[in-house]
């Protein structure tokens, strides 16, 4: 156990005094947030809509269509 403690102190100290020596690193971390958060929080909601709408038999109807055309295939 004490083993397994050191090692994940000696880890966190790794990245901890990583991220403090960075130069361009913390530059490139803001653009790979700012990235996320606009895939996620602004295209997510207008491009990728749930394929499954509707009430729960119209639901069934779509996914047992789907499943019908891939056993159809194999």
Do not use: D
């Not at 990245?15 to 929080?41: H, P």
Request: net charge positive; aromatic share 16%; charged share 20%.
């Amino acid at each position: 156990m004490k083993t397994l403690y050191s090692f994940l102190r000696n880890v966190v100290t790794f990245y901890v005094e990583g991220f403090q020596s960075m130069t361009w690193g913390r530059t490139l971390w803001i653009i790979i947030v700012l990235k996320l958060v606009i895939l996620f929080a602004v295209l997510r909601p207008f491009f990728f809509q749930p394929a499954l709408q509707g009430s729960e038999e119209e639901k069934a109807v779509i996914v047992g269509e789907n499943f019908s055309k891939v056993l159809k295939k194999s």
